[in-house]
């Protein structure tokens, strides 16, 4: 079995900064990507970041004039530095991994979600 942990969500004020993390743990072989989700209440989940095992990210939309993504490998835990928050980022952060794991006679790939972590950004 492999777990996400998602921890660093808290209550913000508008113009200021929070760093999520999310720690893999579990039996497993590697990760491949890791990145993080968001759902605010009414909308859809969206993508908010990757970055592969190497350190190669992406951002959808507009999300890199103010978030960064980043992981460490030995830790097996991706993080997510949010500067410059608006009330509009108020949502549930969810972190994903492509997790492989390994039989006798094959690799398995899978991707695998967190229970969210949850940021709120008002004054």
């Known amino acids: 079995q492999v777990q996400l942990v998602e921890s660093g969500g808290a209550l913000v004020q508008p113009g200021g900064s929070l760093k999520l993390s999310c720690a893999a743990s579990?039996?497993?072989?590697?990760?491949?990507?890791m990145g993080w989700h968001r759902q605010a209440p009414g909308m859809q989940r969206e993508l908010v970041a990757s970055i592969s095992r190497s350190g190669m990210t992406d951002y959808a939309g507009s999300f890199a004039a103010r978030f960064t993504i980043s992981r460490d490998n030995d830790k097996n835990t991706v993080y997510l530095q949010m500067n410059d928050l608006k009330p509009e980022d108020t949502a549930v952060y969810y972190c994903t991994a492509d997790v492989v794991t390994k039989t006798p006679d094959r690799f398995y790939e899978a991707d695998y979600w967190g229970q969210g972590t949850q940021v709120t950004v008002s004054s």
């Open positions: 579990g039996r497993f072989f590697s990760i491949n990507d």
